[in-house]
């Protein structure tokens, strides 16, 4: 079985210009899990335990959005409408008509317009996996109590183990051991083990003067601004017509510690306008629970999309 850690990466050309580089793990039958990643996230930098317990059991496919990683020629979308729209040209390139889909944080919010956003006679998505993430603007959705913090740190220059343990992780000796393994593990896939360079994070170094991490700020302030996130910009009113179902889940680690950017009050408001949804809540964690407790993760994503 191709893993993480060494699968070879494809590429899928597009007349626009945009060339998409992406993966395809584990087995070959069954719907293809897509797994869409967070903000300035890359496809190399994605939790291989994740991944490859995912891909164990199912057809798993990883991804660069336009303009990020190792997918070149196209602009970084500056709205979360516009990165939906990049996947679903992304998914008819490579000739797939169905799919289910996992996103974590920003990639939940490219998920639900995907969702809602295809023509279903050319894509049907069957089930979505929604991590650490919330609906557009709507009633019952919050802002990050930590929004100052949290710009500092996410749009620093350099991405850090440190600035993951805070955004991330629980401030608790658990949170920091989780934390410290998940770093290791996103550097697993090497040079070594795939013959191929990884990329960096989105906007490294600022080496392109930032460009890449200002269009994901702008899908985010979209996002969450009322007059922004509206008709196909927006996924709050309309989640209440998606009928596929819906597995909601995120961290908490007590009431003094939250999911650090997406407050968790967003993920019982995001199952609570979904007709077909359900909740899990992981303890002791939070924004990165996915990580700090993969392999159960693992076990429910795969009950929910086998179910």
Known sequence: MSTHQTAKTQFAAHPNGTTF???????SSGTPLLVLTHFRGVMDKFDPLVL??????????????????????????TSVAESADDIILFLGLIGLSEVDILGFSL????????????????????????GG?????????QGSPNAENVGRIAG????????????????TREGDAAAEQWWVRIHERSEKTS??????????????????LKAHVSQLSGWATPDQSVGREGSFERLKGLGIPVFVA??????????????????????????NGQLVVYP??????????ADLFVQHALLFLEA
């Open 21 to 27: 580089a992406y993966r395809r793990l584990g087995t």
């Open 52 to 77: 490859n317990g995912l891909a164990a059991r199912r057809a798993v496919i990883t991804v660069d959005y336009a303009g990020v990683g190792q997918s070149t020629g196209g602009r970084v979308a």
């Open 107 to 130: 990639g939940g919010m490219v998920a639900q317009l995907v969702a809602l956003n295809a023509d279903p006679a050319k894509l049907k998505v069957r089930k979505l996996i929604l």
């Open 133 to 141: 993430t919330a609906p557009s603007a709507g009633a019952g959705v």
């Open 156 to 171: 620093s220059a350099e991405v850090t183990l440190e600035g993951f343990k805070t955004l991330f992780f629980p401030k």
């Open 195 to 212: 013959g191929e360079k990884p990329a960096g994070w989105l906007s490294q170094g600022y080496a392109d003067g930032a460009v890449g």
């Open 250 to 275: 995120n961290g908490h680690a007590d009431r003094r510690q939250d999911d650090y950017m997406v407050p968790t009050v967003n993920s019982f408001v995001l199952q609570q306008q979904v007709p």
């Open 284 to 293: 002791g964690s939070g924004h990165g629970f996915l990580f700090q407790f």
